[in-house]
């Protein structure tokens, strides 16, 4: 029997996080903020790594390589904003890679395709200089007049070719990094990053850059042709920022009061930015497309989170199929760095990805056990029966108490998909406001998605997408608008998750079951934690948040607590 083979990926940057590969096969990741608790934690990555290395129960003696990225740097095999764990050892060999290029074979690596064209769009990239530095091959694809600017540039898109096994750039479009300034719309970027324009209004609109996706859940509020003027245009292919539009916008909020105050001008910003990204996202990749046309498109980068500008995309069919890497942010580059190792440094065949998204350790019965040793004011039921457990649960859904739900190995990226998530009613009136309120104590306007079974997606939904990974927008049909009132947005339009029985079978029995109970094939589902907060990973946090909120009951596999009345 031969030995296996391990790659280890790990990512550097914000949103840090570590994956392990077994025989080019996903068998464990993690990202960092899970562990710290500590949203959007980056940097030095031991305590990553040792996650992976303990759940599969090896040591970095085992591993083949390990490839790596960040942002800015190229990080020391010793330390990096702290001591590593390959510091006290020659192996294994550690390999750098570009930061698009994390992205990029982040997507390949788990789309179904065997070959492709691929997009990455973000905030910011590799500076042009390290870019070269670690891909001298690669320097003529960069346009002659992007190397005679002197300022410091980043990457801001690019475009790729997978031939099953390598990643060929197409087009690799640099920006200069923004000036810091007190400028209320200082990209926090490149110059013109449609990603760095994203959290500009975002800053813009809420006073600050901590979460970019409210801006999307704001929008729905607004209306649109209020401000008949464009943010971006296209150059001779390039995608560029204006700077005109922000002389129209002279009222930056100074927080949380007063954006309520003025709720409705905030809101036509946000609809006005969010129709600009939109735009901006297809005039980049249409251009792209149309010179280099293939049937299979991936998309990733941070920009790729942006659901209803991927739901815009899939309309146009600028490719006959599209994949959207579910953990297109910086959480997925050590997605990519395992993926780069394993395809192109040890030229090994790529694996069909199974679909799933779910990455981390499943807890045994003696760590669950323990946990629950602190939870003895709560009443406590075994179910040994899982048919018994959803239909129990089902029920209790369908009476309006709101679900702590954590079952197996957690989501790889920022959704909750059934695995770390809380659940309620989608349609009685006010749950909307009590969750925002008392569990997730977060904005009012802040929506929540439905989870429906794959097969009863077009019921419910005007296009019925298959969107197992909540990074799409539906508009609900109107004779469901009621019954889904608590995952439907002002405008109508929701953020569906379609939950696929082959690698979500207890999620699915449990809204197969709550469809029996209620006569609805749809659960609202949000992540399991609190504003400010990553999501549980331990059954330890669960509890914790279980104390601290109006949650009604946990379930941390087969284990029911509920609050006594």
Known sequence: ?????????????????AVLLK???????????????????????????????????????????????????LPKRGSFNGKRVFSDSNQPKIIDISH??????????????????????????????????????????????????????CEKDSFYYFDGQTLVPLIKDFSSMSEHSSEKFQLPTTQHSIGGFYASISKYVFGDMDDVGK?????????????????FELQLGRLMVKDDWKQHFTKPSSGYEYFKEHFDYYANVAKWAQEQVEKAIIQCIKNRVEQFPHENLCYSGGVALNAVANAKLEDLKLAKNIYIEPAAADNGLALGCAFY?????????????????????????QEIDHALLVAAEYGKREFNNEDELVHYCANKLNEGKTIGWFQSGSEF?????GRRSILAHPGIVGMKDHINRNIKFREDF?????????????????VGRNSPYMILVDRTKKEFLEKLNNVTHQDGSARVQTIERSWNPKFYRLVEAFDQESGIAVVLNTSL??????????????????????????????????KRV
């Open 1 to 17: 029997m031969s030995k296996p083979i391990y790659v280890l990926g790990t990512g550097l940057s914000h949103n840090g996080s």
């Open 23 to 73: 025989d080019g096969i996903i068998r464990v990741a993690i990202e960092k903020e899970r562990i710290t608790r500590i949203k959007h934690d980056g940097g030095n990555d031991s305590d990553a790594i040792q996650y992976c290395l303990d759940a599969e129960g090896i040591t970095l003696d085992d591993i083949t390589v390990v490839v790596q990225c960040e942002n800015f740097t």
């Open 100 to 153: 698009h290029l994390a992205h990029a074979y982040s997507a390949v690596g788990t789309s179904p395709f065997s070959d492709c064209n691929v997009m990455v769009i973000d905030g910011c990239g590799s500076p042009l200089q390290q870019f070269i530095e670690l891909h001298p091959e690669q320097k003529g694809k960069i346009d002659g007049s992007i190397s005679q600017i002197s300022e410091m540039q």
């Open 215 to 231: 801006l999307m859940g704001l929008a729905p509020y607004g209306k649109s042709g209020i401000y008949p003027f464009d943010a």
């Open 341 to 365: 190792g394993w395809l192109d440094y040890l030229k090994m065949p790529k694996h069909k990805h199974d679909g799933s998204t779910c990455f981390g350790k499943t807890y045994s019965k």
């Open 413 to 417: 990226g920022p959704r909750s998909l």
């Open 446 to 462: 802040r929506p929540f998605a439905p989870a429906v079974l794959q097969e009863k997606v077009k019921d419910y939904f005007e």
């Open 529 to 562: 934690n609190r504003k400010g907060m990553p999501i549980v990973e331990t059954p330890a946090q669960a509890l914790q948040l279980f104390s601290e909120t109006a949650l009604d009951i946990m379930v941390i596999e087969d284990t029911v607590l509920e």
